[in-house]
């Protein structure tokens, strides 16, 4: 029987994988229409928007490493490295918390300078 850890485990790298293999709408459906995203750059004050997003960046993605993993109860992690023309190699750690069987919040740390100098971060 599946445990709390290993769905929450197995939806965030469904979501992971799917966003990053060019799957945009299945990596959608795993996020909650009350989604809440904190990153370091730009604002994504709705599932939608983040969605349009991962539209925009996922096909830029040329490659991406699977650092760590971490879950527990409904909460999980992963660090990884992406490997982006023009912005090189990218590391990323994701926090995600989950409720009623979707992610219901991402918090992304990686460092802006890349994304600055490449012209990726809107002035909002």
């Known amino acids: 029987m599946p445990?709390?850890?290993t769905t929450t485990r197995a939806l965030i790298r469904t979501y992971?994988?799917?966003?990053?293999s060019g799957r945009v709408s299945d990596a959608?459906?795993?996020?909650?229409?009350?989604?809440k995203v904190e990153v370091?750059?730009?604002?994504?004050p709705t599932r939608?928007?983040?969605g349009d997003a991962l539209r925009n960046f996922g096909p830029m993605v040329k490659r991406v490493?699977?650092?760590?993993?971490?879950?527990?109860?409904?909460?999980g992690m992963l660090l990884y490295d992406l490997d982006v023309?023009?912005?090189?190699?990218?590391?990323?750690?994701?926090?995600?918390?989950?409720a009623d069987g979707r992610i219901e919040r991402i918090r992304q740390?990686?460092?802006?300078?890349?994304?600055?100098?490449?012209?990726?971060?809107r002035a909002d």
């Open 48 to 50: 939608e928007s983040f």
């Open 28 to 35: 959608i459906a795993c996020l909650s229409p009350d989604l």
């Open 16 to 20: 992971h994988d799917a966003w990053s």
């Open 85 to 98: 023309p023009g912005l090189g190699s990218l590391r990323v750690a994701e926090h995600f918390t989950l």
């Open 65 to 75: 490493t699977m650092l760590a993993e971490f879950a527990k109860d409904d909460e």
């Open 40 to 44: 370091p750059v730009n604002a994504y």
């Open 109 to 121: 740390i990686h460092d802006t300078a890349a994304v600055r100098a490449a012209g990726l971060a």
């Open 3 to 5: 445990t709390a850890t």
